[in-house]
């Protein structure tokens, strides 16, 4: 099987999420990553030592321009164990005996690191903004507490000359 065939099955979106709802997807294109065949270790039988399985993916994070500017810094932020010097992030799989189940687990793995990359809290509501508030102030107030206790703990040591 031809390399351009394989790639040109990538059916991969990159979606860009504000709190549970898509605000825009973009497909992943064939030349936004390179893949490369090997031979795959572990159970088989003769077809792990005559099939090249193994799928190792390439994505170039720092090239791909229709991913926005934020997106690409969260990337390469969460996934820096991962990505060479070349800005690339290396997706390898062996999880299935065939080329194609490894490239469809493959770019599973890559669409999951975009998508929780592009995911975007929600604005919080006037009942979780009251309620942060309400912390805020609880711990102001502990903390103002603990700083009296301790202020006066070392009033007292302070003022023992003056019992004589």
Known sequence: MSLELVVARFHCLAKIFVGEKIVSTRNLLPDHVTVS????GGPGGQNVNKV???????FNVKNAYWLSERIRERIMQMEKNRINKDGEIVISS?????????????????????????YVPPPPSEEQKKKIAKLAAIGEQKRLKSKKALSDKKAFRRSRDSWD
């Not at 090249?52 to 390439?58: G, L």
């Not at 062996?94 to 592009?118: C, E, F, H, P, Y």
């Open 37 to 40: 065949f090997a031979r795959s």
């Open 52 to 58: 090249n399985t193994k799928v190792d993916m390439r």
């Open 94 to 118: 062996t999880k299935t005996r065939t080329q194609k189940g490894n490239i469809d687990d493959a770019l599973a793995k890559l669409q999951a690191i975009i998508d929780v990359a592009s």
